[in-house]
């Protein structure tokens, strides 16, 4: 065995660690690598080929992008209350414009698969023009063709107002709409659209003056789902000027917005609407599934405070039957009764008002909140009476 061997056998057996000698001298230079990014790690979606669960985080601040797959997205577009009554219904014949409350805002409400109105006044030739303080509305037969011009699809027609003269001022107005082919929820039958192979069913209930008939609401729900794929429901509700949903005490039997909106989704519906507050509130995600509680006014005479104003059209994205999206875009009504849309600076304002409402109902009912949590901007300063120039 050479000597090389002999040192290399002698190593081997040797069990005892050879001591570490300290010193104070610094290593030389050393290069270093990139440290690993995590950001570039599959999301959720990627790695498992499923939709993300439906949170607020997502809502008001998305990080999943919706793919480009035209054949699987549709859009449902939804306002506040359209009202082309008193006042609205005042100026628009004394500018012989029928069309004139929709003109701003048809080109965005058109351009969606279903555009969903809800309509709170009757509708039909000889209207008498009432500008007064009155609360029993109706609007001229003409404002039909502002619905057509905005790309309605389907009109909710269950509210405390469309009744507003009788059984005939309904008959006449479901009439109306179907003649100009708008369809109608609210008076029994499901409203169902198909868009490109995926039924949409459209269910609405009238929950002011009048408890909701939670018999009804369930056997509605369970009918609109053999009818379609996607479950629609729309609610008239709540306690107004308010930007929680609450019950109105000021009616009998009160229900509460919450509970109603929860049993709704209990029951089978995929998405459900609210509408009635005046003012627009927050948002709900419960069990995966979306509660709007009030989108506000939308074409109405109420020009006596900025929060009966203002209000958001909301544009939710459904991917297959899933909703995986939702966008609101808040405008300001002039001149008794015309929507404009925001700047991008109010517009940003009226989503963080949102956006602090549905936390501040998500911290009530126990549910997560967006991080940060937003401040709740102050309240408006009155606008200017008139719209800016188109």
Known sequence: MGLAAAFLVAAACNNSAAPLIA?????????????????????????????PVLGLQSLFHPSYIVPNDPSRIRTLLVTGDVIPARGVDYFATARHDFLW???????????ADITYVNLESPLFAGCAVDPGPS???CGDARFVNGLTLMGADVVNLANNHLTNYGAEGVTLTDQLL??????????GP?????????????????????????????????RARQLADIVVVQFHWGKEYERQPMPDRGVPTPDDPVAIGHDAIDWGADIVIG??????????????KLITYAHGNFVFDQMWSEETREGVVGTYTFYGKQLVSATWKAYRIYDYGQPVFMT??????????????SD????????????????????PVTAPEHAPAA
């Not at 179907?178 to 609210?186: A, E, F, L, R, V």
Request: aromatic letters at 8%; hydrophobic letters at 40%.
């Open 275 to 288: 509408n009635h507050p005046h003012w627009y509130q927050g948002v709900e995600v419960y069990h995966g």
């Open 135 to 137: 609360f029993t509305f």
């Open 344 to 357: 991008p600076k109010d517009n940003a304002t009226a989503l963080q008002t949102m956006e602090a409402a």
């Open 101 to 111: 409350p929709f003109r701003r805002t048809a080109d965005y409400t058109k351009n």
């Open 23 to 51: 010193n104070n001298v610094a290593s030389g230079p050393r290069v270093l690598v990139a440290a690993p990014d995590f950001s570039d790690q599959p999301v959720f979606a990627d790695r498992t080929g499923r939709l």
């Open 178 to 187: 179907h003649q100009h082919g708008i369809q109608t929820s609210g008076l």
């Open 360 to 379: 501040q109902l998500a911290v009530r009912l126990h549910e997560p909140t967006t991080t940060p949590v937003p401040a709740m901007p102050p309240s």
């Open 190 to 222: 499901v409203a169902v659209i198909d868009i490109r192979g995926i039924k949409f069913g459209f269910i609405g209930f009238n929950g002011v003056g009048r408890a909701i008939d939670k018999t009804a609401l369930k056997a509605g729900i369970e």
